[in-house]
């Protein structure tokens, strides 16, 4: 008997790693596409997994309100009947000394970076169907204690501590709850305002001696919510290439 196709939301999931993401746990169910601004990329996501046979639906909500993520599970009951998988991939990035850190920006990341975590696995524990599967996305930055990443890595060293957390809380409904932790990756979210040069010197640090690309982690969640990562828990998988 094939195994039941599973539902998945993807915060975040409009271009880059949770594009990835989407399109790769497409092909196991339907995903949720989760977008905050324009619309249009995620609808052509959306078009691009139905091209291909899939089954998804975009859904606009800012998972740094409380109220987003209600709007996300109600959008995928009502769509395809429950939530099986939640990816909670949404982030931004705003980089300063913590001298030069304006209010605003700080109370911005916090409430993507880290609200938007809990909110997410607050839902989960609440509205996912028992056996599900929750990933949290961290960094490999955590550890680094790099200047100007101060706020950036607090909210992921505090993600890291609400999976662990969760997965011990929801690990008793069959649900698993783990981080991926990427390194630099190709994306607009790490390449940003870096020059050429910048992007050359964070290669060198890299055993492998290359910026991931969003597949690379796509494949790392993909293990996760399928069924040979079904004994893993609580754990924070750091895709990053060797960089430590």
Do not use: C
Not at 143 to 164: D, F, I, R
Request: proline residues 4%; hydrophobic residues 45%; aromatic residues 6%.
């Amino acid at each position: 008997m094939p195994e039941q196709r599973k539902t998945a939301i993807v915060t975040g999931s409009s271009k880059g790693i949770g594009a990835a993401i989407a399109t790769r746990l497409a092909d196991d169910g339907a995903v949720v596409v989760n977008y905050s601004g324009a619309a249009s990329p995620a609808d052509a996501l959306v078009a691009a997994i139905e091209a291909k046979g899939g089954e998804a639906v975009a859904v606009k909500a800012d998972v740094g309100e409380a109220s987003a993520m209600e709007t996300l599970f109600d959008g995928a009951t009502a769509a395809f009947g429950g939530v099986d998988v939640l990816i909670n991939n949404a982030g931004i990035m705003k980089l300063a000394p913590l001298a030069a850190f304006e209010d605003d920006d700080f109370h911005r990341q916090v409430a993507v970076n880290l609200h938007g975590v809990f909110y997410g696995l607050r839902a989960a524990a609440r509205r996912m169907r028992d056996g599900g599967r929750v990933v949290n996305f961290s960094s490999s930055v955590v550890g680094l204690y790099q200047p100007a990443y101060g706020v950036y890595a607090a909210t992921k060293a505090a993600t890291e501590a609400l999976t662990h957390i969760a997965a011990k809380e929801l690990g008793k409904r069959g649900i698993t709850v783990n981080a991926v932790a990427p390194g630099p990756v190709a994306t607009d979210l790490f390449l940003g305002e870096k020059t050429d040069e910048q992007v050359e010197q964070v290669k060198k640090m890299i055993p492998l001696g290359r910026l991931g690309e969003p597949d690379d982690i796509a494949r790392v969640v993909s293990f996760l919510v399928g069924p040979d990562g079904g004994w893993v828990n609580g754990q924070v998988l750091r895709a990053n290439g060797g960089v430590v």
